[in-house]
């Protein structure tokens, strides 16, 4: 079991850009597939990225919010799982989980994954 630690978020203008970073206490992500979510007041959680597992493609999904304004990737040493998020919007306000599954495939559902971090804020202001 990964557990999960999501750093990054934070206060920021409207246009402007925030990075968050995954990783996981006491082992690498190297043989995870990993996903952000978000889940803001009085709404559902909601897929935001997500990248397989290595031996799955390695490939990368975006929710259409997203799309073209956050890219996911892995750090040089597949330790930590990032989001790189630009153009924030107010809409993008949420709190934001990293999740994981051993050897997953990247699934935009949070049943697909079995760990999960505690969150971080991201808050955009207008």
């Known amino acids: 079991q990964a557990q999960l630690v999501e750093s990054g978020g934070g206060l920021v203008q409207a246009g402007g850009s925030l990075r968050l970073s995954c990783a996981a206490s006491g082992r690498t992500l190297s043989n995870y597939g990993v996903g952000w979510f978000r889940q803001a007041p009085g709404k559902e959680r909601e897929f935001v990225s997500a990248?397989?597992?290595?031996?799955?493609?390695?490939?990368?999904y975006y929710a259409d919010s997203v799309k073209g304004r956050f890219t996911i990737s892995r750090d040089s040493t597949e330790n930590t799982v990032l989001l790189q998020m630009n153009s924030l919007k107010p809409e993008d306000t949420a709190v934001y989980y990293c999740a994981a599954k051993l050897r997953g495939g990247g699934s935009s559902y949070y049943t697909g994954y079995d760990d999960w971090g505690q969150g971080t804020q991201v808050t955009v202001s207008s």
């Open positions: 990248i397989s597992w290595r031996g799955r493609g390695g490939f990368t």
